[in-house]
């Protein structure tokens, strides 16, 4: 079971940008899909974007293109998502998640969670 922290959050105006952090612990990731997801009171969690370890390739929902960017470092085992043009309804609490496998896989699959990190975007 791979452990994850996320980190990063915070209150940022709309127009601002933050990097989320997800340092993975437990496993090697080489074999690892990453994702970042994201979830509001009240509302389903929904899907963010998700890089393979192996090979850097990104998938991203069509509500961030452009403005986010996941990536990774091996050295520090390290999952980013850099956020940028932030809009309000981008407030939400962000979770990280991993699971073992060689290609993307949908929302359920993901069988390791961080504790979620809050971001708040004002007007």
């Known amino acids: 079971q791979v452990q994850l922290v996320e980190s990063g959050g915070r209150l940022v105006q709309a127009g601002g940008s933050l990097r989320l952090s997800c340092v993975a612990s437990g496993r090697t990731l080489s074999s690892y899909v990453m994702g970042w997801f994201r979830q509001a009171p009240g509302k389903e969690r929904e899907f963010v974007a998700a890089i393979r370890w192996n090979n850097g390739n990104t998938r991203y929902a069509d509500s961030v293109k452009g403005r986010f960017t996941i990536s990774r470092d091996g050295a520090k085992n390290t999952v980013y998502l850099q956020m940028n043009s932030l809009k309000p309804e981008d407030t939400d609490v962000y979770y990280c998640?991993?699971?073992?496998?060689?290609?993307?896989?949908?929302?359920?699959?993901?069988?390791?969670w961080g504790q979620g990190t809050q971001v708040t975007v004002s007007s």
């Open positions: 998640a991993a699971v073992y496998s060689a290609y993307d896989v949908p929302q359920k699959a993901y069988t390791s």
